[in-house]
């Protein structure tokens, strides 16, 4: 967020102080001052006072010049993840789906441009990344965000280009807002999403919308798989598998009522045009 757009209670050192818990990751599961102050755009005393005071209240430990995570950390995410009932509601579809394909599945979200994995069931790692619950990518190059995009209006949906970067992540990326455009049609025809190797190359994945009772779509369900299994074997063997297990998710909602806090999209609000009656399943 820019500092013009910044709101008059906007506390700057509280954005900082979450950039330094954000920047420690599987990749740098430990940092030094330095590095911390570098990879935040801290001074190195803005760090120190940060690191420490995380260390006092005791999300951060210190072991000599190396600072790292502690699991209190996780109370953090435990709030959302205690608050919601999709994820509860939806995990022992995800497992039931996973055995029969022996694929993993996992449940994801839209909060703002990315989409936020929020159940997993794993099967092998495929990616170079290692995905876990909290796991962010950018909606615009994956399944399961083309399926939660594909139905919000129009209007959102122009928005949500013009702001996105588009820059490719793999040499099959789409770049081209209209080729995105086109796709996201399609999406919503069919009533599901696949994406070949655009976020990470040796990666297919196909998708399906979760709705609400109401019709609306407020998370997506995917199934991830290596580039060795053909697009006809996504679209035979596992969609078939992955449209049954999503009905019965919705069919839970129908029973519980509304997910609450499903989606904490900070992006463009959904207007009543973006709720559309449910495709049709192929």
Known sequence: MSAE????HFVRSFERGLAVI?????????????????????????????????????????????FRLTPRVLELGYSYLSSV????????????????????SSLCVLDGDDIVYVARVPTRRIMTASITVGTRFPAHVT??????????SDEEIEA???????????????VSPDALRAELRRVRRQGYAIVDQELEEGLRSVAAPVREPDGEVVAG?????????TLDSLREDLLP????????????LRITGPARAASHDTGTRRSSSSRRSPAPRP
Do not use: K, M
């Open 5 to 8: 757009a910044r709101a008059p």
């Open 22 to 66: 954000r920047c420690f990751d599987a990749e740098h599961p430990a940092r030094t001052l330095s590095e911390v102050a570098q990879t935040c755009d801290l001074t190195r005393a803005a760090a120190r006072r940060l690191l420490l005071t995380l260390a006092d209240l005791g999300y951060v430990h210190q072991d000599g010049r190396l």
């Open 85 to 104: 009932t999709l994820p509860q509601i939806a995990e022992p579809h995800l497992e039931q789906l996973v055995d029969r394909v022996r694929e993993s």
């Open 143 to 152: 399944s399961v965000g083309r399926v939660i995009l594909a139905h919000r």
């Open 160 to 174: 949500r280009l013009a702001r996105t970067d588009l820059r490719p992540l793999t040499a099959r990326t789409l």
């Open 221 to 229: 369900v995917n199934i991830a798989v290596h580039a060795g299994r």
């Open 241 to 252: 598998h992955l449209l049954a297990a999503v009905a019965r998710i919705e069919a839970d």
